[in-house]
């Protein structure tokens, strides 16, 4: 093990006092006030301006964050709850508008024109582009969205059900979905489905909600429906909706195939019939369940015990996060599904949540949001605020680049046949996500462009996606549960439009992954030096930072897709 230790370096406030809290609107306003009032008489007051508007922002987000990480930590605390609401519906309303003026103050400064236009102009690109789209009558619209997110995580959150004498949440519940004994994974499977279907009223009824409001969001910024909207408003300047159709057309060509066949290969192997939902996750050969882990502190151990092996300072660095107590990864009833890992922007320090059962998947997740929490140390040291943030879509290289760089080091949770097993499990996961990201995809293009759909059109046209992307997985008595399957994908709900990254991320992943088999050390230098320049550079130069191409379409896929399906061919069974 590494001696290396990390101490981040602490950046104190320069102009916004350290004693100052910001935990309501009247404590938030006069500091914007100040700002507005501010007069900018040279290009050097301009950049001072900028740096104290970004110290603000950035404390301002972090009261936020703090409260949302509380809420979804526990979404059945009535306390954090409210204190998340609070802040959703009096001060981020507030904020808006506050923040389109100070925007326009900068945009219209005549100073402008002395700063360095390569070094601004990624952000003036956004700027620009957030005035364009900002409208005042849509802030309240935007509350009520936040509002219902919420309730979708509540509602999810809540979702429990009684398995041997045991009330268990459906996280909880996977394991069973890995046990050999094919009547126990139906029992558990039937179950979980069952339960969702108790609250899918409930989710249909939110989910009209979110798309009738998202509607009149892009037709007042001047969209025709919006789909337009979201690709804006998520400053994909580097690619269109065009394109993204294209990539969805390349992964039916080229990827679903190899999935159906190796779905084809779980159904022999197992030897039954038809293969079914929950099939799909059990040892094909009838081996015991992968299970790595029951003490979540072990996970975390393990999981910066291959972050060292990948390099000394990136193990340091989730060491730091450890010691700081910036990780929440047990499952538990109460807490939000998924994983995510969100920034302390006025600290600068990441934390990372997660709903870890003791399953090999969870390596994955953690691997997966270590890489995030690397990325935002990585771009800290950025003196500009705004370029400590990055485009998703590289964003989620730095996390699944370490996803498939730490999957041979496993030593601290298998043998040498086990972690081979795993191995194989990551690099078939990673070609079945791609359908999954594309039917996802699909989806929602075809919600916002028939915004009038009835609840049977939507089933209708998921049942389609399902049969273009999917395999050849026997759903006979369970049509509703299929037809309803798009409810546990939050994205759909609570991200809109936020899914094809985890795609176009895979790709630039899988480079460097290739790089690493003969070059690790030169691959994670790439990888690093990349991260360090945060949101500086737009969404091709990052790649390129990386050592690796912007290409998501059919041409650039196949390679990589047959790479991996040369590697599993290498691992055999």
């Known amino acids: ?86 802040f959703i519906r009096e001060v981020e309303p507030r904020l808006k508008p506050v923040s389109n003026e100070l925007r326009a103050k900068y945009l219209d400064c005549p100073h402008r024109a002395g700063l360095d236009p390569e070094k601004y102009r990624v952000y003036d690109r956004a700027q620009e582009n957030r005035r364009a789209l900002f409208r005042e009558a849509n802030v309240p619209r935007e509350t009520k969205l936040a509002e219902l997110e919420q309730q979708y995580q509540k509602i999810m959150g809540a979702m429990t059900v009684q398995f041997r004498d045991q009330e268990r949440t459906p996280a909880q519940m996977a394991p069973f979905l890995e046990e050999t004994d094919r009547a126990t994974r139906e029992e558990a499977w039937v179950l979980v489905a069952e339960r969702r279907l108790r609250d899918a009223e409930a989710l249909e009824t939110l989910f009209d909600q979110m798309v009738a409001l998202r509607v009149e969001v892009a037709r007042e910024a001047g969209f025709d429906d919006y789909v337009g909207y979201a690709y804006r408003a998520r400053e994909r300047f580097d690619y269109c909706v065009a394109e993204a159709e294209r990539f969805q057309e390349g992964i039916e060509r080229a990827v679903v195939p190899l999935t159906r066949d ?71 009833k109460g807490k939000s599904p998924g994983g995510y890992q969100t920034t302390y922007e006025d600290d600068r320090l990441p934390f990372i949540f997660m709903n870890a059962v003791g399953v090999d998947g969870d390596l994955r997740t953690l691997l997966h949001e270590g890489g995030h929490a690397f990325h935002a140390l990585a771009s800290r040291d950025i003196p500009f605020a705004p370029y400590r943030e990055c485009p998703i879509e590289f964003c989620e290289v730095a996390s699944m680049t370490m996803e498939l760089l ?105 480079q460097l992954w290739l790089r690493a088999r003969t070059d690790r050390a030169g691959a994670v230098a790439s990888y690093r030096r990349a991260l360090a320049l945060g949101g500086s550079r737009g969404v091709p130069d990052l790649f390129a930072a990386a050592g690796v191409r912007f290409d998501f379409s059919e041409e650039g896929l196949r390679p990589l897709v047959d790479a991996v399906a040369a590697e599993l061919e290498r691992l055999g069974d």
Request: with cysteine; proline share 5%; aromatic share 12%.
């Open 406 to 510: 730490g999957a041979r080091d496993l030593s601290a949770f298998y043998n040498e046949a086990d972690a081979a097993r795993s191995y194989r499990q990551l690099l078939e996961g990673t070609i079945s996500i791609l359908p999954w990201i594309a039917t996802v995809d699909a989806f929602q293009h075809w919600v916002y462009r028939h915004p009038e759909h009835d609840h049977r059109q939507r089933k209708e046209a998921w049942l389609a996606l399902l049969d273009r992307f999917g395999g050849g997985v026997d759903w006979t008595g369970h049509h509703e549960a299929r037809a309803l399957s798009w409810h546990r994908q939050l994205h759909i709900f609570l991200y809109p439009f936020y899914y094809i990254e985890y795609g176009i991320a895979q790709l630039g992943a899988l």
């Open 1 to 86: 093990m590494s001696t290396v230790v990390y101490e981040p370096a602490v950046y104190p406030r320069q102009w916004l006092p350290a004693e100052v809290e910001l935990q309501t609107w009247e404590a938030i306003e006069p500091w914007f006030q100040k700002l507005q009032d501010r007069p900018i008489a040279s290009v050097a007051d301009l950049e001072t301006w900028l740096r104290d508007l970004g110290e603000l922002n950035a404390a301002v987000s972090q009261e936020g964050v703090q409260r949302y990480v509380a809420m979804t930590c526990q979404t059945d605390d009535p306390d954090r709850e409210a204190a998340y609401l609070t």
């Open 262 to 332: 190796l779905q084809e290969r779980r159904r022999v192997a197992l030897g039954v019939e038809q293969l079914r939902p929950w099939d799909l996750s059990v040892d094909p050969r009838g081996r015991e369940p992968l299970r790595p882990f029951q003490d979540p502190e072990k996970l975390a151990a393990g999981v910066e015990d291959i972050f060292h092996q990948i390099d000394a300072e990136l193990g340091a660095q989730f060491a730091f996060l450890r010691r700081k107590k910036l990780l929440d990864l047990a499952n538990r």
